[in-house]
């Protein structure tokens, strides 16, 4: 990953630019590239040139592709808080995760993008605050364990891997989607249909408070 790069002072015209405005358009430019391509493939040029802007600007305002990496993984994170509270009850958390392929679908498939690179936590820039928020939903499910609410022999840590993995599964299983349900897994009505049906096995499982 490149980590550094001369950063030049914007020309007089680019000054005059609302810094906000332009850190959005290439924040919302990185999001669709890095959905479409992974980080890896993802190019600063063309990133540069879906917001409009010169290139420069992205090292001006982000330190080059890393650390713009970095700013969409921190937008990522600000989402996620405003999706669910520890208050959630844990089946509506699952279909709220389920529905982010139809309200933030760049989101999830750049989650699923960070799987497929992965290669150790050094080199995953959301390493600690993703399992900071995981680990919050295994407490969660070990809390309910003890309350009676779920078997005893259910592996939290295992559970939470399970039902992250089913909430992504439009995203991530369209192939298996089409075959076995015989339907474009992007189709909203569907992509509705499967959340809900995630949140009832969830709710079977004894992870609804009621």
Known sequence: MPTSKPRRSPKPQER???PERTRKLILDAAEA???????????TGAIAAQAGVNQQLIWYYFDGKEGL????????RERENALVT?????????RRYALEALNNP?????????????????????????????????EQLRAR???????????????TVMLM???????????????VCGVDSRDPE??????????????????DPS
Do not use: K
Not at 35 to 43: K, L, N, P, V
């Open 33 to 43: 590239e890095f959905a479409a391509h992974g980080f890896a493939g993802a190019r």
């Open 190 to 207: 569907f992509v509705r249909h499967y959340a809900d049906q995630v949140a009832i096995v969830a709710g079977l499982l004894g992870l």
């Open 69 to 76: 990496y970095q700013a969409i993984s921190e937008r990522w």
């Open 106 to 138: 760049d989101g999830v498939r750049l989650l699923a993008w960070g799987g497929l690179e992965y290669t150790a936590p050094a080199d995953d820039p959301d390493h600690a605050p993703r399992t900071d928020r995981l680990n919050g939903f295994v």
């Open 16 to 18: 005059q630019r609302d």
């Open 165 to 179: 993995a089913a909430a992504m599964a439009t995203t991530s299983l369209p192939h298996v989607i089409a075959g």
């Open 86 to 94: 520890p208050d959630t009850p844990i089946p509506e958390q699952i």
């Open 145 to 159: 364990q003890e309350s009676g609410g779920l078997p005893a022999e259910v592996d939290p840590a295992c559970l």
